[in-house]
């Protein structure tokens, strides 16, 4: 079955710069979430969207930003990196009447 | 506000051994869903089961069991005979019900760390 597929699956980049991830979901889901897992913490909600439009928003810097494609894949913007960027970011998708969530395997951001 | 906790940061047992990981939530919704999730060393997160707030019947997958008591808000894990390749990270999430757009963020529990041991 497909799955969430994510990209890449590590990025270094230096501090300053400016990383794109890219999320595409499981075919005919219509949610998207955006996650951020430092290191020994727990996954934290960034962002999500239903349909293409932005549904629900977390604790999401003002330096990222994302959006979802007329083909449903996500691309989630990170400009002016951190060192405390430095982490695990995960995509899940998920169907109104649907099971639940489906994540993907994850981009490995470390910033340098 | 909804909320996860989980009160065992890590847990080391023997190969073989029983063990449960806790996990106590807060939620003002009455429609809501509940998770567990393994994530091994590798980083992935390996969905187990999903549970909704009507459905407390306790349920068992091989080596895995949930118990489920809304009446103290606590949807435990137990993984009997426990082997090597338990060793993993689990979180504990819980999410509202989605109504149409809205709604379905997972909020997490900080994870139990669980070292099995040969």
């Known amino acids: 079955a497909a799955g969430v597929i994510q990209s890449p699956r590590h990025l270094i980049k230096e501090k300053r710069e400016t990383a794109t991830l890219k999320c595409y979901p499981i075919?005919?889901?219509?949610?998207v979430y955006w996650y951020q897992q430092g290191p020994g913490q727990d996954p934290q909600f960034l962002i999500s969207?239903?349909?293409?439009?932005?549904?629900d928003k977390g604790s999401i810097p003002d330096r990222f930003s994302a959006q979802q494609f007329s083909d449903y894949h996500s691309e989630l913007n990170m400009s002016s990196l951190e060192l405390g960027d430095s982490a695990l970011y995960f995509c899940?998708?998920?169907?109104?009447?649907?099971?639940?969530?489906?994540f993907g395997s994850g981009t490995r951001l470390t910033v340098v | 506000a909804q909320k996860v906790t989980q009160a065992q940061t890590e847990i080391s047992v023997v190969e073989k051994e029983d063990v449960t990981l806790d996990c106590v939530y807060e939620?003002?919704?009455?429609?809501?869903?509940l998770f567990w999730y393994k994530q091994p060393p590798s980083g992935e997160l390996v969905f187990l089961i999903r549970?909704?707030?009507?459905?407390?019947q306790n349920e068992i997958s091989g080596r895995y069991s949930w118990n489920f008591q809304k009446s103290t808000s606590s949807f435990n894990f137990t993984i009997t005979a426990s082997q090597v390749v338990d060793s993993a990270v689990y979180f504990c999430?819980?999410?509202?019900?989605?109504?149409?757009?809205?709604?379905?963020?997972?909020?997490f529990g900080q994870g139990t760390e669980l070292s099995v041991k040969p």
């Open positions: 999430a819980l999410s509202e019900a989605r109504i149409y757009n809205q709604g379905g963020k997972l909020i």
């Open positions: 075919p005919r889901h219509d949610t």
């Open positions: 939620t003002r919704d009455t429609t809501y869903y």
């Open positions: 969207f239903y349909e293409k439009m932005q549904s």
């Open positions: 549970r909704n707030s009507f459905d407390e």
């Open positions: 899940a998708s998920s169907s109104s009447g649907g099971y639940g969530y489906t």
